[in-house]
C-alpha cells in the first residue's frame, strides 16, 4: 500500500515561516510528478506548488515568491518551504504524488495525482 506522510505543520504568526515534509512508503519506484494542495472547510482542494521530473515547478499565483516546492531525489522525500506566511495559507496541506502529471496546466488537475497523504495543518495568525 502506497502511503504518503506529511509533516511540518503548525501554527505561526503572519510573515513566519514553516517547512512541510512529505515521506512516501509503501513503493520504491519515483515518482515523476509530486505536489502539495491545500484545502481549508467549505472550499475546494487547490494546487500550491508542483514538481515534474525533479526539475519542473510550477506554483499558484498567490503563492510566487514565498513558496519553494524541492524533492530529495535519493530520499524521494518532497519539501515546501514556506516563508513570509499569511493568513489566506491558514489551511490542511496536503502531499500528494502521481506517475505523470499535466504540469503545463494551470492549475495542475487534482485528478492526476492518485497517490495523497493524510495532510498537515497549517494556521497562520494575522
Known amino acids: 500500500e502506497v502511503r504518503l506522510v506529511e509533516s511540518g505543520g503548525g501554527s505561526v504568526q503572519s510573515g513566519g515561516s514553516l517547512r512541510l515534509s512529505c515521506a512516501p512508503s509503501?513503493?520504491?519506484?519515483?515518482?515523476?510528478?509530486m505536489g502539495w494542495f491545500r484545502q481549508v472547510p467549505g472550499k475546494e482542494r487547490e494546487g500550491v506548488a508542483v514538481?515534474?521530473?525533479?526539475?519542473?515547478?510550477k506554483y499558484a499565483d498567490s503563492v510566487k515568491g514565498r513558496f519553494t516546492i524541492s524533492q530529495d531525489n535519493a530520499k524521494n522525500i518532497l519539501y515546501l518551504e514556506m516563508n513570509n506566511l499569511k493568513p489566506e495559507d491558514t489551511g490542511m496541506y496536503y502531499c500528494?504524488?502521481?506517475?505523470?502529471?499535466?504540469?503545463?496546466?494551470?492549475?495542475?488537475?487534482?485528478?492526476?495525482?492518485?497517490?495523497w497523504g493524510q495532510g498537515t495543518q497549517v494556521t497562520v495568525s494575522s
Open positions: 500528494a504524488a502521481a506517475d505523470r502529471c499535466q504540469w503545463w496546466l494551470q492549475p495542475v488537475p487534482t485528478s492526476d495525482f492518485r497517490d
Open positions: 509503501g513503493y520504491s519506484d519515483t515518482k515523476n510528478c
Open positions: 514538481i515534474s521530473d525533479y526539475t519542473i515547478t
